[in-house]
């Protein structure tokens, strides 16, 4: 009974089924009841206690130190100036604790970050934010796994920009230097990136055939191409006319002359070739393709021309996919696109004297 007059019935099984493992249960039940107070108070005491979770800044020291060298030179980079960088995350979230980052941070930042930077910037940056919180869940740094969190913005989705293929045979005129030349048609008929270009060796240029093995960062790490994928891609008429007229001065293709005291073979500078490309675009009178937000990439937009090219002319999607080194399906899908001839062709179908759709017979389908 109660100090208030109140009957509580003991009930239950004790875990263990001795007489003095029920007298221990009926003690502990009493206990309960008379004195909940007292219960709750040991109760505290034996639970451990929570820890306060290190700040995203606090954090970041040790994503970089155990997740980063994971990654191949390039990314590492990349993902240390998306962390720390102008207008990085830690700008942005550092103070929060780990457990403190919610929707409306992820919202603010993508806000922050204004229409001058495009969608896939932004989409970049939130993906290293999402790794890194992922990375703190699965080691018990964090108490509760976040998985309410949305690190894609509505209607961002990433901009593909080619350049008209009738263009590129005037950038191709109007480059000063066969490396040059060659270079362009690397990525507009082979759909080499900037990096694979810088790679490529001339024992992967063999038969007609080009493999490709490697990938040049722009701090020159060597590495393998994105998502690790080798492929090999054959070599158009036009591209291996240009790498015919190639010189041979190491084993890189697109290779230093030994001008200006640089040593002659190594694989050109990222940044050179940048600024040449876009001399070559000034000189040819072709606007660098540019997104809705103004972003440009000369010579990424060269390989989203192969793309889009092998699109239009009808070239399976699987087809495209191994030839341009993507991981996804969905990625090759971004260069279809469907033109006003190809839809009008398309509703022709219906004219007169054209066999109805599923219906052998030439009857018409009834609708339901």
């Known amino acids: 009974m109660t100090p208030d007059g109140r009957r ?3 009930t239950g099984t004790p875990a263990v089924d001795t007489k003095r493992a029920a007298e221990d249960a009926e003690r502990a039940h009493i206990e309960r009841v008379l004195h909940p107070e007292r219960v709750a108070a040991r109760a505290a005491e034996d639970a451990p206690q929570r820890k306060e979770l290190p700040t995203i800044s606090e954090f970041a020291d040790r994503f ?24 990085g995350l830690l700008a942005h979230f550092g103070e929060l604790r780990l457990d403190e980052v919610d929707q409306s941070h992820v919202n603010s930042y993508v806000a922050a970050m204004g229409s001058g930077v495009s969608a896939k910037t932004i989409s970049n940056k939130l993906t290293v934010l999402s790794t890194l919180l992922g990375y703190a869940g699965p080691d018990g ?90 492929r ?73 021309t192969f793309g889009t090219e092998l699109a239009a002319r009808g070239v399976p999607i699987p087809t495209i996919k191994e030839l341009m080194g993507h991981a996804d399906v969905a990625t090759t899908m971004r260069y279809v696109t469907v033109s006003a001839p190809q839809m009008l062709e398309a509703i022709a179908a219906f004219g007169p004297g054209r066999q109805p759709v599923g219906n052998s017979s030439g009857e018409a389908g009834r609708g339901t």
């Open 64 to 87: 970089m130190k155990e997740y980063l060298p994971r990654q191949k030179p390039s990314e590492r980079y990349s993902k240390e100036r998306i962390l720390r960088g102008k207008r």
């Open 8 to 10: 509580v019935r003991v």
């Open 232 to 304: 090999k891609v054959p070599v158009s008429p036009r591209l291996a006319a240009a790498l015919g007229a190639l010189p041979r001065a190491g084993l890189y293709v697109a290779c230093t002359l030994g001008r200006g005291g640089r040593l002659a073979g190594q694989a050109l500078d990222y940044w050179s070739m940048l600024e040449a490309l876009h001399a070559t675009y000034a000189r040819a009178g072709v606007p660098v393709p540019a997104s809705d937000s103004g972003e440009t990439r000369p010579w990424h937009s060269l390989r989203h």
């Open 141 to 230: 740094c964090r108490l509760i796994p976040r998985t309410d969190l949305r690190f894609v913005v509505e209607g961002m989705s990433p901009e593909i920009v080619a350049v008209p293929y009738g263009d590129v045979t005037k950038l191709v005129d109007a480059a000063r230097d066969d490396r040059y030349r060659a270079a362009i048609l690397l990525a507009a008929e082979a759909g080499l990136r900037i990096g694979e270009i810088r790679g490529l060796h001339w024992t992967d240029v063999v038969d007609g055939w080009i493999t490709i093995r490697r990938s040049v960062d722009q701090r020159n790490n060597e590495g393998s191409p994105k998502h690790d994928k080798r």
